[in-house]
Antibody, heavy 116, light 107 residues
């Protein structure tokens, strides 16, 4: 059974940093592309970033490009999202997902709140 | 960026009804379209990919159709478990984009 478990969310002040993690199991992580998607009541579902299975590509939404960095450790079956220079508008539930494209498995989400 | 527009935003229906949700792309996405179902407090769940392919375990009452810029999700006979919010998503290009969602409510 595929499992994706996010962690690392929390309350942070504007300008601060957070690192989200996603622990994966139940599939061959090293060959699977992965994504981060966030959701807010006001803006709905928003794709944040994608990474290839062999880190052969990375893509970012314009809204986070230059501030967020996606990475992975295939030895640890883990996906990461380093979030710097956080803004109030980055407040959202962040989901990791398996497969760039049609996301066929999602984690339960982790809440990031950016507020002073 | 490709904009995805869903209609309606809210749909009121009864158990047993046939319901159809439309998703329009601002330019052609060929067949690179997925549909997700989301229930309150839960993560989205993939229902359909590549316009019409059902993900594993998805009931056959769900179907998808379309190509290019106009797509539909149909539920042939709405069941109690189907009351939820549905999203379309294009994966033809980056940035990946989602529709704003269609909430299916009990009439």
């Amino acid at each position: 059974e595929v499992q994706l478990v996010e962690s690392g969310g929390g309350l942070v002040k504007p300008g601060g940093s957070l690192r989200l993690s996603c622990a994966a199991s139940g599939f061959t992580f090293s060959t699977s592309s992965m994504v981060w998607v966030r959701q807010t009541p006001g803006r709905g579902l928003e794709w944040v970033s994608s990474i290839g299975g062999s880190t052969n590509y990375e893509y970012y939404a314009d809204s986070v490009d230059g501030r967020f960095t996606i990475s992975r450790d295939n030895a640890k079956n883990s996906l990461y999202l380093q979030m710097n220079s956080l803004r109030v508008e980055d407040t959202a539930v962040y989901y990791c997902g398996k497969r760039d494209g049609n996301i066929d498995n999602w984690g339960q989400g982790t809440l990031v709140t950016v507020s002073s | 960026d490709i904009q995805m527009t869903q209609s309606p935003s809210t749909l009121s229906a009864s158990v047993g009804d046939r319901v159809t949700i439309t998703c329009r792309a601002s330019r052609s996405i060929s067949s690179w379209l997925a549909w997700y179902q989301q229930k309150p407090g839960k993560a989205p769940k993939l229902l359909i990919y590549k316009v019409s392919s059902l993900d594993d375990g998805v009931p056959s009452r769900f179907s998808g159709s379309g190509s290019g810029t106009e797509f539909t999700l149909t539920v042939s006979s709405l069941q109690p478990d189907d009351f939820a919010t549905y999203y379309c998503q294009q994966y033809s290009s980056y940035p990946r984009t989602f529709g704003q969602g269609t909430k299916v409510e009990i009439k």
